[in-house]
């Protein structure tokens, strides 16, 4: 039996089905509430995928993935509060929409915006992908060096808003992944005398810290806010709130290009769906001539913004796949669960693996058609969800973070590494510090280490491999071109603080 059939018989095994079913309707849940964003509800899954096979884990944490992005966009019309940072655009039209009482209007063109852009960048993951790999068969570890100390470059300067804090959490992030014994000789490094760290920080302790009980903290000192709805939907006019055809055709010319612009952002690692969304945003505003109507409750500002983020999805796992570089945190998390279950991506996945690679092409298809079945009859429900108090569920999720560090390996310094990422977490939420370089950055050193120190034992100690192959040059001159943007961007902004002070 073939690779791809044995992956889509999967699918019919009813442990399998009903996974896929629970995990998208729960990640449209948790997307909807504010504070449980999509990083978190996948960092919390990971330690149940241990205990599971590998396609019912990928149903999973993709399932969650998929469809936690859509459910953002719920309380991003309904509370003008986007349930997760890739819907912050959705506000600038879903709730003037809905103040107009078409809140359930702009949350079926959510629906069919992401419907869209996911199966747009799931068809771009399936033809890319699997090309992207058979080139990457031929490099070396000189190629590999250098494509790896790109991306820690690329996701540092590309990542958030100041060139400083994007290198600092990368940085750090690499200084975490340093912890344990040396990959070539063996020796401990950086582990005070500890055993339990000889093999370096626990994967789930780190994450569950970063995500989850980050934002716990980061709630806890705003108090608790309550989450209540704003809009009733039951009191619309269902014929104002038809999508017709007309209004399809309105919107098809932006969807199209805000699933470019997702899939193209998708595949450059570190950067996010939140930036797609705000792009594509800007793109359709731009297309439309004056753009007078853009922030007063346009819906072809909601189709962007939506479209985008979920177009993001299926394109961050080219680089994840073809190169095991993750594209954003999210796969980050799940290329770490991959590697708990045995399967290390890059690319010999395709030759070694390849039923894995089609569960997730499978996955990432079925869980978006889902997305949108269930999405289309649960809107109501979904609105029902905001008014959960946080002061009961944010408790209940800490209790979550401790059970899930410590069941991954039954032990009690993964709870104190789980604290630790937690605090860190909470202080770079404060200080606008990006915690997604922090993760792909840990999880990718350790392959550049190696490739780096395989290629100066071939050449004796010697940089000049570096400094004469083409791949190379090439990938550090790109790295100083996006360097010097973001460098003069930076400084823009600052010469433009000034000014407005003046005024």
């Known amino acids: ?91 600038f039209d879903g709730y003037p929409m809905a103040q107009q009482g078409l809140a359930t209007k702009a949350l079926r063109v959510s629906l069919i915006a992401s419907l869209y852009g996911a199966v747009f960048s799931v068809i771009l993951l399936v ?50 992944a340093t912890i344990g014994s ?3 000789l063996g020796t401990p490094r950086f582990t005070f005398g500890q055993t339990s760290l000889m093999d370096g920080l626990s994967y789930v302790p780190l994450l569950v810290g970063l995500f989850a009980l980050a934002e716990i903290l980061d709630e806890s000192t705003r108090g608790f806010s309550q989450s209540i709805q704003k809009f009733s939907l039951d009191s619309e006019d269902r014929e104002r709130n038809r999508v017709s055809f007309r209004d399809l055709k309105f919107i098809s010319l932006p969807v199209i290009r805000a699933s470019a612009i997702g ?49 993001v999805v299926g394109a961050t796992f080219i680089p994840t796949l073809a190169l095991g570089i993750p594209g954003d945190a999210v796969t980050a998390i799940l290329l770490g669960a991959l590697v708990l279950q045995g399967v290390t991506p890059g690319p010999l996945i395709f030759i070694s ?15 978006t058609l889902l997305m949108a079945v269930i999405g289309y009859f649960a809107i109501r ?12 569920l944010m408790p209940s999720v800490a209790l ?21 990422a937690g605090v860190l ?44 192959n083409p791949v190379s040059l090439t990938l550090t001159a790109l790295v100083a071109v996006a360097f010097a943007l973001t460098l003069r961007r930076d400084l823009k902004r600052r010469h433009a603080v000034p000014n407005q002070k003046e005024e």
């Open 263 to 311: 899939s193209a952002i998708g595949i450059l690692p570190g950067i996010g769906a939140t930036i797609a969304s705000f792009l594509a945003y800007g793109d359709a505003k731009r297309a439309s001539g004056d753009g007078s109507s853009f922030g007063k409750g346009d819906v072809r500002g909601v189709a962007a913004s939506e479209s985008a983020n979920n177009a």
């Open 425 to 468: 977490g909470f202080v770079f939420n404060r200080t606008n510090v990006p915690v997604a370089p922090l993760l792909i950055t840990f999880i990718i050193t350790k392959p550049f280490e190696e490739a780096l120190r395989q290629a100066l034992t071939r050449s004796e100690g010697s940089f000049m491999p570096f400094l004469t």
């Open 1 to 91: 039996m073939d690779p791809f059939t044995q992956a889509l018989f999967a699918f019919g095994e009813p442990a399998v089905f009903i996974t896929l079913i629970c995990a998208t309707g729960i990640g449209l849940i948790i997307g909807a509430i504010p504070g449980l964003s999509v990083n978190i509800a996948v960092a919390l899954a990971v330690p149940l995928t241990i205990f599971m096979p590998t396609d019912q884990s990928l149903v999973l944490l993709i399932g969650l993935y998929g469809s936690g992005i859509f459910g953002g966009s719920v309380s991003a019309i309904l509370l003008n509060a986007p349930g997760t940072p890739a819907s912050a655009a959705t506000i």
């Open 127 to 176: 033809l890319v992908a699997p090309e992207l790999a058979n080139f990457a068969l031929r490099f070396g570890p000189v190629e590999i060096a250098s494509l790896l100390l790109f991306t820690f470059f690329v996701i540092g300067i590309l990542s958030g808003a100041s060139l400083a804090k994007g290198l600092l959490s990368a940085a750090v992030g690499m200084v975490l």
């Open 381 to 392: 429900p979904l609105a029902m969800t905001l008014r959960i108090p946080k002061i009961y």
């Open 353 to 367: 693996n390849p039923q894995v690679v089609y569960t997730i092409y499978l996955s990432l298809l079925f869980a």
């Open 400 to 420: 979550i973070c401790i059970a899930g560090a410590y069941v991954a390996r039954n032990n009690m310094i993964d709870v104190w590494i789980m604290l630790g």
């Open 182 to 184: 040396d990959p070539m």
